[in-house]
């Protein structure tokens, strides 16, 4: 876990879609700690053992330090109770707004594939550079940001705990109630291995069901300091 400090920045952006918008002022008031990596296979394969769970799907490309897929909301948020019982320690999965402030560090603020630091800095569709991967690839594969997380951008997508809404209204801020999504949409973040490099922009939002599997969905925990 990477130590996160307190702070404010400008969420969203008035470039692309009307779901970037407004640009906004959040305060992140707490530290917290974010995954240096998104949670792998081997990390989540412990707990269905653990808890005699069935293990997802690898779609064929290997477990181990590949980013877990095929792992709904609910799974993933199952697992960071299972560890914050283990370790006594507390885990979730990260806001909408806590996961673009990390996500806005280094290369420039990650505005776009463009400000990286060139090709090969991400596993995506247009990112590839001496090498083809139409699949995910072991969490650590590139540069990490200035606070040292690595991966924010393709491979997966990550989950988190924060309800989409067409434009912002104050819900990035707060994780939801899991018991109150029927019907609803949660946020999305950092494009996956099959997303084109124009994705890879730090406002750039998507959205799935909670009970959504996919081999390009995955997720990373915060912990709460």
């Known amino acids: 876990m990477i130590a996160i400090p307190a702070g404010s920045f400008i969420m969203g952006s008035n470039h692309g879609s009307s779901d970037q918008k407004p ?4 305060t992140i008031k707490n530290n917290y700690a974010i995954g240096k990596y998104e949670v792998t296979f081997a990390q989540y394969d412990a707990f269905a053992i653990a808890t005699s769970r ?10 181990g330090n590949r980013p877990v897929i095929n792992v709904s909301l609910h799974n993933a948020n199952n697992y960071a109770r299972w560890l914050s019982e283990k370790t006594n320690r507390r885990f979730r999965l990260p806001t909408e707004s806590e996961w673009e402030y990390v996500a806005r560090t280094g290369f420039k603020n990650q505005l776009g594939f463009n400000d ?10 247009g990112c590839r550079y001496f090498w083809e991967s139409a699949k995910t690839v072991d969490v650590g594969s590139f540069e990490a940001n200035k606070y040292g997380v690595h991966d924010l951008f393709g491979n997966v997508w990550e989950w988190t705990c924060s309800i989409y809404t067409k434009r912002y209204n104050g819900e990035e801020e707060y994780c939801a109630n899991e018991n109150d999504l029927e019907g609803k949409t949660m946020a999305v973040r950092g494009g996956s291995w099959n997303s084109f490099s124009q994705i890879l922009r730090s406002y750039v939002r998507f959205n799935n069901f909670p009970t959504y599997l996919g081999n390009e969905q995955g997720f990373r925990l915060v912990e709460e300091l």
Do not use: Q
Not at 23 to 26: G, L, Q, R, W
Not at 54 to 63: A, F, L, Q, V
């Open 23 to 26: 640009p906004h002022k959040i």
């Open 54 to 63: 069935k293990m997802p799907d690898d779609s064929g490309w290997g477990r």
């Open 116 to 125: 990286l630091s060139g090709l090969g800095d991400a596993n995506c569709d």
